[in-house]
C-alpha cells in the first residue's frame, strides 16, 4: 500500500496556506469519492453537488473539465481506495468578509480503503442537528456536529450513530443517510431544514423509482423506526448498508428490499463505471 | 508596516499540513486580541474563553502558560495590532472520528490595524442564525453563517449586519455583540441557544454592574430595537462602539450611557494593562 497523494490546485502538495478560509472559517466544500478498479464512483453527481455547495456559499467553482481529468487521472494511483476533494474560497484577510485571491481546490487519493462491515449497529446519539435551511443538504467545510456526534461513539462497537433534529425528527447518521422500510415501501427523512443529501442517497432514490418502489421524502419519527421491517444507511463509501440492530432496542432482518436495492445500485455502480468507460 | 507574523506550535511558518482537522471540518476553536502598546488586551479572559470551548469540542487544551507567553511575545513586536489565535483538534484522517496525533495551536500577529469608525451603522440581515446549544456562546470555526450575512453587505456602505434567529429573536452582529439601552437600563440578547459570547460582551456586562447600571440578559426583538433609545455593539477589536443609525429605519444619538460604557471600558483596559505590567 502506498502512501496518501495530495495536489492543490493540480500541484502535489504536503501543506497549505495558512490564510486558508477553509482553515480559519470552515469556508468551502467537500466530495468523498469511491474509486472501484481505478474509476470514480457517480463522479458527475459529486461535481454536482459540489457545484450546488459553491454556488449556495458564493463560491466560485473550479474548473469542471480540471476537476473531472484531475480526479480521473488520481484514481488510476488509487484504484480501490478514496479521493476527497475540498474546495475552500481560497487566501483571505482576517474578516469574515469573503474575500479571497480565488478558490482553491485540494485533491487527496487514498489507494486503498478499509472493506467496511456488511451490517450496521446504530445508536441513538444525544447530539441533535440545528435547522440551518441556508445550509442544508450541501456538503460544507462545518462539520462540528457530526464531530460531537461521532464522540459519542467512542469506545463503543457501534458503527453508526443516528442523529435527530430539535423536534425530534430523525434526520441521518453521522455520515450516512437513513432509509426505513415498511410494507415494502421506503421512507427517508427530507433535508431541507438540516442534513447531507448524499449523492449515494439520489442513487437511492432513483434506483428505487426504477424498481417500482414506492417512495416517501418526509418527516420521519422514532416510531417510524421501531415499526420499521428493514433499515438501511448508505454512503458514497459503502453504498446501500443494512442495519440489524438499533442498539438496545430493536434487531432487524437484513431483508428482502434492502438486498433488492443493494445489488441495484451496486448493477449501476458497474453501470456508471462503464459509461464512464466509453465516455473517454 | 511590517508584514503578519504566523507560528504553528511556536515556530514561525506560513503553512500547514493539508489533513489538519481545522481544514477538513472547522475542527477547532480561535480568538482575536487587541494589542495595544504591545499588550494584550483582556487576555485572561481570552484564554478562558478559549479554554471553555476546548472543553465544549472534547479537545486537549494547550497549556496555558505557554500560550500566554507567546501572545506577550508576539504583541511586543505588534504594538498597536491584532493577535489571532487559532487551536484545531490537529492533524487526523478521513473521518469525523476526532482522533489525531495531538492539538494544533496557530498563533497571528499583524502589526497594526484598521482605525474604526466611531460610529456604526447597521443593517438586519436576511440570512439567520440556528439554534445549537452545544455550540453556543464559544468561538469555533465553523462560521459559514457569518460569511453569509457578510456576503449580504457587500458593495454597502453599512458597518455592520444584524442578525435573528428563525424565532425573530435579535441575537448578535456578524462580528459583534449588540446592546440596547432604554430608560437608561440595558438589555443584551441570551445567547444560550445561538451566538458568540464576546470577551467584549463580558468586559460591558461587568462594567455594567460596576457602574450600578440595570442589565437584562433575554429575549430581544424588532420592537425593542425600535423603541431604543441608544445602540451599541461592541467586540474585542473595536471596543464600545455606538450605533448611530438602522439604516432604513431609525437613527439614534451618540448617548449618555454608551458613551460612559465606552469609557469605563477603555479606563478598564488601561487598568488591565497595568495589572499585566505588574504581574511579569
Redesign the interface.
Given at each position: 500500500m502506498t502512501a496518501r497523494i495530495?495536489l492543490?490546485d493540480g500541484r502535489p502538495?504536503?501543506?497549505?496556506?495558512?490564510m486558508?478560509r477553509?482553515?480559519?472559517?470552515?469556508?468551502g466544500v467537500?466530495e468523498?469519492l469511491r474509486v472501484d478498479a481505478g474509476q470514480p464512483r457517480f463522479l458527475h453527481r459529486h461535481l454536482q453537488r459540489l457545484s450546488v455547495g459553491c454556488e449556495r456559499?458564493?463560491i466560485d467553482a473550479p474548473d469542471r473539465d480540471t476537476l473531472e481529468g484531475e480526479i480521473r487521472a488520481l484514481a488510476g494511483q488509487a484504484p480501490d481506495g478514496?479521493i476527497?476533494l475540498?474546495v475552500?474560497r481560497g487566501s483571505g484577510e482576517?474578516?469574515?468578509?469573503?474575500m479571497s485571491a480565488g478558490t482553491r481546490r485540494?485533491t487527496?487519493a487514498?489507494p486503498s480503503r478499509q472493506r467496511d462491515d456488511a451490517h450496521c449497529r446504530l445508536r441513538l446519539c444525544e447530539?441533535?442537528l440545528?435547522?440551518?435551511p441556508?445550509?442544508a443538504g450541501i456538503k460544507?467545510?462545518?462539520?462540528?456536529?457530526?464531530?460531537?456526534?461521532?464522540?459519542e461513539?467512542?469506545d463503543s462497537d457501534v458503527n453508526e450513530g443516528l442523529l435527530m433534529d430539535?423536534d425530534g425528527h430523525l434526520v441521518e447518521g453521522?455520515?450516512s443517510n437513513l432509509f426505513l422500510v415498511k410494507n415494502g415501501a421506503l421512507l427517508t427523512p427530507d433535508l431541507s431544514s438540516c442534513g447531507v443529501a448524499g449523492v449515494m442517497r439520489s442513487v437511492v432514490m432513483d434506483t428505487a423509482q426504477e424498481l417500482g418502489l414506492h417512495l416517501t421524502r418526509g418527516a420521519v419519527g422514532l416510531e417510524d423506526l421501531r415499526r420499521a421491517d428493514e433499515v438501511f444507511v448508505c454512503n458514497s463509501l459503502m453504498g446501500v448498508r443494512a442495519v440489524v440492530e438499533w442498539v438496545a432496542h430493536k434487531t432487524y432482518p437484513s431483508g428482502p428490499v434492502t438486498t433488492r436495492l443493494r445489488e441495484a445500485v451496486e448493477k449501476r455502480a458497474c453501470d456508471d463505471i462503464s459509461q464512464a468507460w466509453y465516455s473517454r
Open positions: 495530495t492543490i502538495a504536503e501543506t497549505l496556506d495558512v486558508d477553509g482553515l480559519h472559517f470552515g469556508d467537500f468523498t456559499l458564493g478514496v476527497k475540498i475552500t482576517r474578516g469574515y468578509t469573503p485540494l487527496f487514498w447530539t441533535r440545528a435547522h440551518q441556508l445550509l460544507h467545510l462545518n462539520r462540528l456536529e457530526q464531530i460531537l456526534a461521532r464522540r461513539l467512542r430539535y453521522s455520515m
